[in-house]
T-cell receptor, first 113, second 114 residues
Framework: GDSVTQMEGPVTLSEEACLTI???????????LFWYVQYPGEGLQLLLK?????DKGSNKGFEATYRKETTSFHLEKGSVQVSDSAVYFC????????????FGAGTRLFVKA | DARVTQTPRHKVTEMGQEVTMRCQPI?????VFWYRQTMMQGLELLAY????????DSGMPKDRFSAEMPDATLATLKIQPSEPRDSAVYFC????????????FGPGTRLTVL
């Protein structure tokens, strides 16, 4: 079955450092890929998405590129801020109309001032 | 600003009591999911509905959990009887409209069973 594997956390960075959170997936079809973010005390919210190979999703300075050849969707940001401290979830959803989404385990990010 | 709402936000109860959690999906969204989040297990899918009909509830302990959608604007998750191991944050999410495949999460219900 479909699955998502992302790097374990926590990840601790200083403000303005570069961020990469690795994510790889296994899917039988051609899924859409997502990064969701969860701030303390809140539900998950969509950060960015990519619906087909080579698409790049971007939002709030974060980027991720859909790499079909390596089945990866790594999250990157060039300069993190304290306000980026949160849990980040990589996810996939098959484009068959079912809307069911497979989530990774989540990676907690701490950014120090 | 359309959003998913959940009530109550916090619930503390004693073991053996019935717990009911409610979710109002975004108007027009026809697919509703229930998740449970704990530190140990992470985010687990419990059940989901399409057009109010259950599509998959294989993630839910059948002996004590039940999920329903009495109408298109209300989804409920019940636990009877509750146990301390049910302590978790329960999220509802809805999908539909033009945001194909994007899940919109509610703020969650934090349940503590003593």
């Amino acid at each position: 079955g479909d699955s998502v594997t992302q790097m374990e956390g926590p990840v601790t960075l200083s403000e303005e450092a570069c961020l990469t959170i690795n994510c790889t997936y296994t899917a039988t079809g051609y899924p859409s890929l997502f990064w969701y973010v969860q701030y303390p005390g809140e539900g998950l919210q969509l950060l960015l998405k990519a619906t087909k190979a080579d698409d790049k999703g971007s939002n709030k300075g974060f980027e991720a590129t859909y790499r079909k050849e390596t089945t990866s969707f790594h999250l990157e940001k060039g300069s993190v801020q304290v306000s980026d401290s949160a849990v980040y979830f990589c996810a996939l959803s098959e484009n068959t109309g079912g809307f069911k989404t497979i989530f990774g385990a989540g990676t907690r990010l701490f950014v120090k001032a | 600003d359309a959003r998913v709402t959940q009530t109550p936000r916090h619930k503390v109860t004693e073991m053996g009591q019935e717990v009911t959690m409610r979710c109002q999906p975004i108007l027009g969204h026809n697919t509703v999911f229930w998740y449970r989040q704990t530190m140990m297990q992470g985010l687990e899918l419990l059940a989901y509905f399409r057009n109010r009909a259950p599509l998959d509830d294989s993630g839910m302990p059948k002996d004590r959990f039940s999920a329903e959608m009495p109408d298109a604007t209300l989804a409920t998750l019940k636990i009877q009887p509750s146990e301390p191991r049910d302590s978790a944050v329960y999220f509802c999410a809805s999908v539909g409209g033009q945001a194909y495949n994007e899940q919109f999460f509610g703020p969650g219900t934090r349940l503590t069973v003593l």
